[in-house]
């Protein structure tokens, strides 16, 4: 059974960070290429950064700059540290899991990170 457990998120106020965390069991977790999407209120889910099995990363443009995206295949973990947090970041964030091999996907079920004053 495939598993993506996502922590560390949280209530923060404008300027401050954040680091989340996706432990992945039942997966081969260093073929995958990894994600986190965000979703708010009303929106539609978008992709906020995201890490390919040899370590390319891509951004969301209004995270470029404020956000890293890195993997530890040894512990199975794709973290997300997100510094300079703005109110407009506030959404349900996701983690992803994607095969190449076999084009498939895998979420999370999804951690909260609320920033406000």
């Known amino acids: 059974q495939v598993q993506l457990v996502e922590s560390g998120g949280g209530l923060v106020q404008p300027g401050e960070s954040l680091r989340l965390s996706c432990a992945a069991s039942?997966?081969?977790?260093?073929?995958?290429?990894m994600g986190w999407y965000r979703q708010a209120p009303g929106k539609q889910r978008e992709l906020v950064a995201a890490?390919?099995?040899?370590?390319?990363?891509n951004y969301l443009g209004s995270v470029k700059g404020r956000f890293t995206i890195f993997r530890d295949n040894a512990k199975r973990t794709v973290y997300l540290q997100m510094n300079s947090l703005k109110p407009e970041d506030t959404a349900v964030y996701y983690c992803n899991a994607h095969g190449v091999l076999y084009d498939d996907d895998y979420w999370g079920q999804g951690i909260q990170v609320t920033v406000s004053s």
């Open positions: 039942g997966i081969v977790f260093s073929i995958y290429a």
């Open positions: 890490i390919t099995r040899g370590g390319d990363t």
